[in-house]
C-alpha cells in the first residue's frame, strides 16, 4: 500500500510540473486578464459539474473572501451553487442549459468566465461558454485529457496533460489557487502592483 501512495503522490507532482512549464505563459495572461477585469469592475463567473463543480466554488469563495491578504472582497461567482436556480432551468428546459441561461441574466461584456471540465466535453459547460462569447465576456477552460471540444472554443485554455480525472483536478485546483494569489499579489501587493 505504501508504494501505491508513493507512486500516486509522484505522479500528481510529475503532471503538475509539465503543466506548470507548459501553461506558464498563459497562465500569466490569465491573472492579468482576471486583474485587469477587476480593475474595470468586472466579474469573475466560474462552473463545472461533480468536482468542477466544488473547484469553481472554492476559487470564486478565495475571490469574495480573501486568499493570502487582507483586502477587499472580488466579485466572483460559481454558477453550480443555487439549487433552485439549476433545478428549475434543468426542469423547465434541459440540463445542457443550467449555466448557459444564468449567464445570460448575470454575465457582463468584459466578465470573464471560466468553465472547468475534465474531460472538455460537458455540453452544459460549453454551450456556456458559447453564450459569454456571444455576450463579449473573456472565456477561460480548465480541462484535461486531450482538452475535448471545449478548449477549441475559449481564449485561454489550460489542459492537464493526463487521462486520470484525479490528477486533472488536483491540477486545477492548484492552478485556481495559483491565480488566485498573483490576482492579490497584482492587484495589493506592492512588488507586483502594476505588473
Known sequence: MKELIIKHFQESCKI????????????VEVVHLISN????GKKLILFGN?????????????FVNR?????????????????????SIANDYEYSQIFSRQLKALGDEGDVVIGIS???NSTNVIKAVESAKKKGMKTVAFTG??????SGKVDYSFIVPSDSTPR????????????????????????????
Do not use: W, Y
Open 16 to 27: 503538475k510540473e509539465k503543466f506548470m512549464k507548459e501553461n506558464l505563459d498563459t497562465i
Open 37 to 40: 477585469a477587476f480593475k474595470d
Open 50 to 62: 461533480g468536482g468542477s463543480a466544488t473547484d469553481a466554488s472554492h476559487i470564486a469563495g478565495e
Open 67 to 87: 486568499f493570502q491578504k487582507e483586502r477587499p472582497g472580488l466579485p466572483a461567482i460559481a454558477l453550480n451553487t443555487d439549487m433552485a436556480v439549476i433545478t
Open 118 to 120: 475534465t474531460s472538455g
Open 145 to 150: 485529457k486531450d482538452g475535448g471540444k471545449l
Open 168 to 195: 486533472i483536478q488536483e491540477t486545477h485546483i492548484t492552478l485556481g489557487h495559483i491565480i488566485c494569489q498573483m490576482v492579490e499579489e497584482s492587484l495589493f501587493g506592492e512588488h507586483l502592483k502594476g505588473a
